[in-house]
């Protein structure tokens, strides 16, 4: 009787809270990092070439110094703990912007961007692993999509912004408010997590690298990466009498990007990421081969749109994959490894297509990079089929 009872069904338990007061802390440092690093991302390369024409040289630096210090910080989190690293990150983007005011010495400004690329590159890898932590397993795809809109924004805001305080307020006025708001992030640093508490031992970054649970997601969205990269360098080229187009498209591409990333990391809640990886890849090289035909206004704004919505997808679904086939402990070296895979493929892919356009043209180069897109449907096969859990190493 008891148990005829008790068979009426319950309702199922309430999810737990997505936002808390760790993650607002939290949101606070990305905000005040991504905003400091886009202030400047296209007000230095300028500054320089009024110094001696080191445009090339003070980006490559900063890219090289933040790949570096990416797959450095792993180590640094488990020596001194998450809230040392992420302070000293923000500390490096703001301080040496300040050191920029004084002179246009080349040679100064390289080692300014040195420095800001390590600072960079210890808030997103000692940042994002600290994130992942701060999010319900259940709920990480959506989690990491919400972190996605808020490290985003300040792109679609500061990138511009540097550009017209520069104009219009002098050098000294950017590198001053990209200093103020990286220093006064740091105040949040006290109130996160320092370490995590786990019984999973540490994977260290070879490790990370050799295991195909991580290694094959890594390399799909690193595929992906390299014709983000070459989208935003090379599509005013590829149109260069049609600006109003390539404006339209260079929004259209992350705005796209932005909401299918929030949509696939509900979807891969529920269903599991593993389905999205292959979608998603498919998607971007689809994008990229429409936008061969640079005359079509229709297909470049399509294919711009498609490839983002593909690209939003392989963001989420990579990542919240990667830190569902590694222990707490291991979160470090998703986040370097992912981190990695963008840096990198962004700037391999631009460098490629610059020497394959230079011999085909920008329509021939879009379409074969498109296909080449395409080798990395096998990985992305691969790690479909061996599911969630697959990382090829032992999680105890």
């Known amino acids: 009787m008891t148990d005829i009872l008790d068979s009426t069904p319950r309702a199922p338990a309430p999810r737990p809270p997505l936002v808390t007061r760790p993650l607002l802390l939290r949101f606070v440092s990305i905000l005040g990092a991504s905003t400091s690093f886009y202030l400047l991302l296209s007000v230095v390369p300028g500054y320089g070439e009024g110094g001696g024409g080191t445009a090339g ?27 040392v690293v992420l302070a000293a990150g923000l500390f490096l983007l703001g301080a040496p912007a300040l050191a920029l005011i004084p002179t246009r010495e080349p040679l100064w400004i390289v080692v300014v961007c040195l420095l800001r690329g390590l600072g960079f590159a210890f808030t997103v890898v000692a940042g994002g692993a600290l994130t992942a932590s701060l999010i319900p397993a259940e709920r990480r795809g959506e989690g990491l999509a919400l972190v996605g809109v808020v490290s985003g924004a300040p ?58 649970g991580l290694r094959r997601p890594a390399v799909v969205f690193a595929a992906t990466t390299a014709t983000a990269g070459v989208i935003v360098t090379f599509l005013p080229l590829a149109v260069p009498s049609r600006p109003g187009l390539v404006a339209l498209a260079l929004f259209a591409q992350p705005a796209a990007s932005t909401a299918a990333r929030w ?134």
């Open 155 to 212: 792109g679609l805001v500061a990138l511009p912004l540097g550009v017209w305080l520069a104009a219009h307020a002098g050098y000294p006025t950017v590198f001053t408010a990209a200093a103020v708001v990286a220093l006064a992030a740091v105040l949040s640093v006290p109130g996160l997590p320092d370490r995590l508490r786990t019984a999973g031992r540490p994977v260290g970054l070879a490790e990370g690298l050799r295991a195909p």
């Open 263 to 396: 949509l696939a990391g509900r979807y891969g809640d529920r269903h599991g990421p593993a389905s999205l990886v292959l979608p998603g890849l498919l998607l971007s090289a689809a994008g990229t081969l429409l936008m061969a035909a640079t005359g079509s206004a229709v297909a470049v704004l399509a294919g711009a749109a498609l490839f983002g919505a593909g690209f939003g997808v392989t963001q989420n679904a990579t990542l919240t994959l990667m830190y569902a086939r590694v222990p707490a402990s291991g979160y470090g070296t998703v986040s370097a490894v992912w981190n990695v895979a963008y840096d990198a493929g962004m700037g391999a892919g631009a460098a490629a297509f610059g020497w394959l356009a230079a011999g085909t043209g920008f329509p021939w180069a879009f379409a074969l990079t498109g296909a080449a897109m395409l080798a990395a449907v096998l990985p992305a096969c691969r790690d479909r089929r061996a599911g969630p859990q697959a990382l090829g190493m032992s999680k105890k």
């Open 57 to 83: 040289l003070v980006t490559g630096a900063l890219m090289l110094a933040t790949v570096a210090g990416e797959l450095v910080t792993p180590a640094l989190v488990n020596r001194f703990g998450y809230r």
